[in-house]
C-alpha cells in the first residue's frame, strides 16, 4: 500500500494533468447529451405485450397523436368554435404535424334516398352561428358514437384537437412548438396538453430543469454541510471538485456510449455528488488525523491506511447498484444501475489519487488549523451526541434493543400496507399542467391509457370485421371502456350511408368495394395495415386500479381465446397491461435485487472481517434500517414505484460502510488491548464522529431532490435520507449493543 | 382555330384590363393559353393508369377506360385490381358525382363537400381535378421568363383554397405546364407535380403526370395511353344509366 501511495505522490503532476485532459475531453462530450424520456422505449423487448405494443405504436402511428383539450363551458358557442377552428388551422400549419382532426374539420358522412354525402360535421367556411345552427350541431355530435365521447365530451365542456407527428418529426421540438403556438394564440378557453407526444414532451422539460436547478442546490448544501464539518478551503473544494469530475466523467462516458438521459439516470449527478464527496472527505479526514509533522509523511500514512476502506466502501455500494442490473424491468433502471456503479467507481479512484495528488502538488497546508478545528468539533459533537449515547448505550443495552425490536416489529408489519404505483400520471404534482390533462383525459374522454387488439387475418373479410364488432360490445361492457374504434366500425357507417344498413355486408365483393372511397383517407391508416394483413381495434381504459386491470385482462384474454379462428390472429396489448406487468415486476425486481445485493454483502464483509458471523452482524443494522423505511413507506403510504424500488438496494450498498467503519474500529481497539468498553467508547467516540458528518452530508445531498419537479425523485430524496439516518443510527446504536451482548456472553 | 381563339381572347384581355398594368395582362393571357392546351379538346378518351407509391416505394395500381367530353363531363370505369373492377364514377357539372359499385347494384350520387380532400386515394385533390379554367380560378402574376419556360405565379381567387399560391412552369414554345408547386396557407410547398407531353394530332396530351405529396411522401403516377381527341362523343355516354356495364341493362 505505502508503495501504491508514494507513486501516487510522485505521479502527482502526471494525475493531474490526466484527470484534467479526461475532464476536458468528456465534459465536451455532455453537450451531446439527449433527454429520452419516452417511457415506451424504456420498455424491455423481450416481453410479447411490450413488442406488441411498440409495434402497433410505429405501424400504425399510434404513439405519435397528441392532443389539446379546449376547455369551455360550452363547446357549442359559436366564440368557442371560432377558437377551434383557429387552433386547428394554425397548428395544421406547423412543420412537423402531419395531420390535425377536431370538431372543425373531422369528416362527417350523411346519407339521403339519393345517395351520401363525404363531407364535414361543420362547414369550416361557414361557421355555425346562430342557436338553431349551434343547437342542430349538438344534435349531430351527440347522435354519432363517432364523436360523442371521442371529439366531444359528454357534458359539452371539453373538446379535442389531436394532431399526428410526420414521420421524421423530432417529438420534443414538436411537442413545445405546439404548446407555443396554442398559447400565443392567447385564447380564451383553457387549453390542456395530453397524448404521448405531450407527455415526453414535458417529462424531457421536466427532467432537463431538474438537472439545471437541482445540481447547484445539491452543491450549495453540501458545501455548508462540508464547511461546518472542516472549516478549511481544502474541506469544501476537494470533496466537491472530485465529485463534479465523476460526475462530468460519468455522463461523459454516457454519452460516449450512446445512452440518454433519462427520468431515472437524471438522478446520476446528485447521488455521485453525494457518495462521490464522501470518499474524498474520507481521505481527507485521514490526512487531518495523523498526526505527523512532516507533510509527505502525513498523507503518505493517512493514503496508505485509507485505501482498503474507501476501496472497500466503494465496492459495497457498487454492488448495491449492480443488483439492479440483473432485476429491473425497465431498462433505464439498467441503465442506471450501470452508470452509477461506474460513477461511483471514478469516485473511488478520484478520491484515492487524485484528491491526494492535489493536497500534495498544492501543498494545501491548512492542516494545523484542520486539526484544531477538529478537535473543536470532535468535542462539540461528542460532548453533545455521542457521549450521551455512548452513556445510554452502556447503561441500558437492552432498552436500545428492545426499542429497536419493537421498530422492527412494527415495521414489518407495515410493510404489507406499502403500494405500489407505475401510473405515468402520478410522476406529475397534482397542479402540474400534464397532470391535470391526463385528470380531465379520464374524466372526460375515457382514459388516456390506450388498448390496442390486433387482428392478424385478410381484413376484408366479413368474419374477420363481424368479429372485431363483437370485440368492441365486449371491450364496452367493462366500465372502464368508453369508446372504442375499427375499420369495422367505419365499414358499418359506410354500409349505412350506402343505403344497406347498420351492419357488416355479408358480400365480400362489398367490402371491397367500398375500399374504393375508404383509400387515401388518412384516418385508414390508424386502422388497418397498408396490405391489408392487420387490423386494429384502439381503445381506451379508464381506470388505473391495478386490480381492475388484472380483471379486465383476464375476462379479455378469455374472449379472445373464445373467438379466435384459423382464419386470423387475435392479440391484445396496451398500457393498461404494461402497466400490470411493471406493477408485478417491481414487487419481484425489488425483493431480488434486495437479495442479491444482501447475500454479496454478506459475502464480502464477511471476507473483509475474515469472520462469517461478524459479516452477518455487519449487515443486521443496514437491515434492520431498511425494514425500518418499508414500515415508513407503509405507514406514510409512500408507493414503491419505478424510483423508489431502488432505495432499498443503494442504501444497503452505502449505509453497510457505518457498520464496517464501526466493526473495524472495534475490532482494532480491542485487539490492540483494550477492554470491551474501552474499545467500544473509542469506536462511538471517533468512529462516531465521521459517521455523522457522512450521514448529515450525504442526506442532506439527498434530501435536496424534494425540490425536484418529479414526484417519484422526490420519494426517492427522502427515503434515501431516511434510510441514510437510519442505518447510521443503526451503526451507531444497535450494532454496538449487539457487540455488547455478544461479547458479554462470549466473557461468561 | 386554335390561333384565331387565341387571338380573340388576347383582345379581349387587353380590352377588360387595359388600366391594369402590362406585366398582369402577360401573366394573365399567358394561364389563358394554358388552359387553351389543357381544356381545348372537344372531348377525349384514353385508357388511365393510376399508380399510387407510397414512401417506402411500394406501388399499388388501378387502372380504368376514362371517357370526357368538354370540361363538364367525366366518366371512368375501373378496370382493375380485380376486386375494383367494374366500379365506375361520373362527374356531371356544378360538382355532382355518381359512383356506380357493381356489388351494390344502383348508382349513387356523392357530393363532396371537401374540396381538400384526397381523390379517392391519389394525391390529387378535388380542387386539383376540378374542371373549371384555371385563368377562371386564379389571380396570376408573371415571375420570370427564361430561355423555356415562363414561370407563372397564380393565387386562388376562391379563399376556400388550401392552396395559398401556385407557381407554374410553363413551356414557353407550346404553352404546356411542366410543373406545377403547391404552396400551403403557411407558404410551405407541400405539392409538386410534374408533366410530360406528347402531340396527338392538334393537341397536346399529359401523357404522364406525377404528383408528389412532399410531407407525406407519398406519389401519384397517372399514366394517359391510347388516347384519342375528338371522336365526337355523344352526350348520351356520359349518363346515369351507362355507368353499369352493359349499358345499365344488367346489374
Known sequence: ?748 | MKFSRIIVVLIIAYAGFSSVNVMAQDAQSLLKKMDNVIFSPKDKQGNVEIYLINSQGNEKVREAVMLQKGTDLKIYRYTKPESQAGIATLSLPDGVMWLYMPAFGKPKKISMLAKSQAFTGTDFSYEDMATTPYSERYTPSLLETNDQNYVLEIIPKDEDSKYSKIIVTLNKGNFYPEKMEYYDQANRKFKEATYEYEKIGNYWNARQVIMADLSKQHMTKIILKDVKFDQGIPDEEFTIEKLAPNNGTSE
Open chain 1, 1 to 748: 500500500m505505502e508503495k501504491l501511495a508514494k507513486a501516487v505522490l510522485n505521479l502527482r503532476w502526471f494525475i493531474i494533468a490526466v484527470v484534467f485532459i479526461l475532464t476536458v475531453f468528456l465534459g465536451f462530450q455532455i453537450s451531446n447529451m439527449e433527454i429520452n424520456s419516452d417511457v415506451v422505449s424504456a420498455l424491455p423487448d423481450d416481453d410479447p405485450d411490450v413488442a406488441l405494443f411498440k409495434k402497433v405504436g410505429q405501424d400504425f402511428g399510434g404513439n405519435k397523436i397528441g392532443m389539446i383539450i379546449l376547455e369551455a363551458d360550452d363547446i357549442f358557442h359559436n366564440d368557442v368554435i371560432y377558437d377551434v377552428k383557429k387552433l386547428t388551422d394554425s397548428i395544421g400549419l406547423m412543420e412537423g404535424i402531419a395531420s390535425v382532426t377536431s370538431i372543425t374539420n373531422i369528416i362527417d358522412i350523411r346519407s339521403d334516398q339519393f345517395g351520401f354525402e363525404i363531407g364535414k360535421l361543420i362547414d369550416e367556411y361557414n361557421l355555425p352561428y346562430s342557436d338553431e345552427d349551434l343547437l342542430r350541431l349538438k344534435n349531430r355530435v351527440f347522435s354519432k358514437e363517432m364523436f360523442r365521447g371521442v371529439v366531444v365530451s359528454e357534458d359539452a365542456t371539453a373538446t379535442l384537437i389531436m394532431f399526428t407527428l410526420t414521420d421524421g418529426a423530432d417529438i420534443q421540438t414538436v411537442g413545445r412548438a405546439v404548446i407555443d403556438k396554442a398559447e400565443s394564440l392567447q385564447l380564451d378557453e383553457r387549453l390542456y396538453y395530453a397524448g404521448m407526444p405531450m407527455m415526453v414532451t414535458a417529462i424531457s422539460e421536466l427532467i432537463s430543469r431538474d438537472l439545471i436547478r437541482l445540481l447547484p442546490i445539491a452543491f450549495l448544501v453540501i458545501a455548508i454541510v462540508l464547511f461546518f464539518s472542516f472549516r478549511s478551503v481544502r474541506g469544501v473544494l476537494l470533496p466537491l471538485l472530485t465529485a463534479a469530475i465523476a460526475i462530468i466523467w460519468t455522463l461523459g462516458i454516457m454519452v460516449l456510449a450512446g445512452y440518454k438521459m433519462t427520468m431515472v439516470t437524471n438522478n446520476i449527478p446528485i447521488l455521485l455528488l453525494a457518495i462521490g464527496s464522501a470518499y474524498t472527505i474520507h481521505v481527507i479526514n485521514k490526512i487531518n488525523q495523523v498526526k505527523e509533522k512532516d507533510f509527505k509523511k502525513a498523507i503518505l500514512s493517512a493514503l496508505s491506511y485509507i485505501f482498503i476502506p474507501v476501496t472497500l466502501a466503494s465496492l459495497t455500494t457498487i454492488v448495491g447498484f449492480i443488483s439492479f442490473i440483473f432485476e429491473a424491468y425497465l431498462t433505464m433502471i439498467k441503465d442506471f444501475g450501470i452508470f452509477t456503479a461506474v460513477g461511483t467507481f471514478i469516485s473511488a479512484v478520484l478520491a484515492l489519487f487524485f484528491a491526494p495528488a492535489v493536497i500534495y502538488a498544492f501543498s494545501f497546508k491548512s492542516k494545523r488549523n484542520a486539526i484544531q478545528e477538529n478537535s473543536n468539533r470532535k468535542s462539540l459533537i461528542a460532548t453533545y451526541l455521542l457521549l450521551p449515547l455512548k452513556n445510554l448505550l452502556f447503561r441500558h443495552p437492552k432498552y436500545t434493543l428492545t426499542i429497536w425490536s419493537l421498530l422492527i416489529l412494527l415495521s414489518s408489519a407495515s410493510i404489507f400496507l406499502i403500494q405500489r404505483n407505475v401510473d405515468i400520471k402520478d410522476y406529475f404534482k397534482q397542479d402540474n399542467p400534464a397532470r391535470l390533462a391526463e385528470d380531465i383525459m379520464i374524466e372526460k374522454f375515457g382514459g388516456s391509457k390506450p388498448i390496442f387488439i390486433s387482428f392478424k387475418g385478410d381484413v376484408q373479410s366479413p368474419e374477420l370485421l363481424n368479429t372485431m364488432l363483437r370485440t368492441e360490445e365486449r371491450l364496452k361492457e367493462s366500465s372502464y371502456v368508453f369508446t372504442t374504434q375499427s375499420i369495422a366500425d367505419l365499414i358499418v357507417e359506410m354500409n349505412d350511408a350506402l343505403g344497406e344498413g347498420r351492419q357488416i355486408p355479408d358480400d365480400r365483393d362489398k367490402i371491397e368495394q367500398m375500399w374504393f372511397l375508404l383509400e387515401g383517407n388518412s384516418i385508414l391508416k390508424q386502422f388497418v395495415s397498408d396490405n391489408l394483413d392487420e387490423g386494429l381495434i384502439i381503445s381506451k381504459f379508464a381506470s388505473s386500479d391495478n386490480a381492475e386491470k388484472e380483471e379486465f385482462a383476464r375476462e379479455m384474454e378469455q374472449f379472445i381465446n373464445e373467438n379466435t379462428s384459423d382464419a386470423f390472429e387475435i392479440n391484445m396489448t396496451g398500457m393498461p397491461f404494461i402497466d400490470m406487468k411493471m406493477n408485478r415486476s417491481l414487487l419481484t425486481s425489488q425483493i431480488r435485487s434486495l437479495l442479491i445485493a444482501i447475500l454479496a454483502l454478506i459475502l464480502i464483509v464477511g471476507i473483509i472481517l475474515r469472520s462469517f458471523p461478524t459479516g452477518l452482524y455487519a449487515t443486521a443494522p443496514i437491515i434492520a434500517a431498511i425494514v425500518v423505511l418499508f414500515g415508513v413507506m407503509g405507514i406514510t403510504g409512500i408507493p414503491l414505484n419505478i424510483v423508489t424500488v431502488l432505495v432499498a438496494s443503494i442504501a444497503l450498498g452505502i449505509g453497510i460502510d457505518y457498520s464496517i467503519h464501526v466493526i473495524s474500529h472495534f475490532n482494532h481497539s480491542y485487539k490492540n488491548g483494550k477492554t470491551l468498553d474501552e474499545a467500544l467508547e473509542d469506536t462511538i467516540m471517533i468512529s462516531g464522529k465521521s459517521i455523522f458528518i457522512n450521514v448529515v452530508s450525504v442526506s442532506a445531498g439527498f434530501m435536496v431532490l424534494i425540490f425536484s419537479e418529479m414526484v417519484p425523485l422526490q420519494y426517492f430524496g427522502i427515503l434515501m435520507a431516511l434510510s441514510m439516518i437510519g442505518s447510521g443510527l443503526a451503526a451507531l446504536t444497535l450494532l454496538p449493543v449487539i457487540l455488547i451482548l455478544a461479547h458479554r456472553r462470549r466473557l461468561s
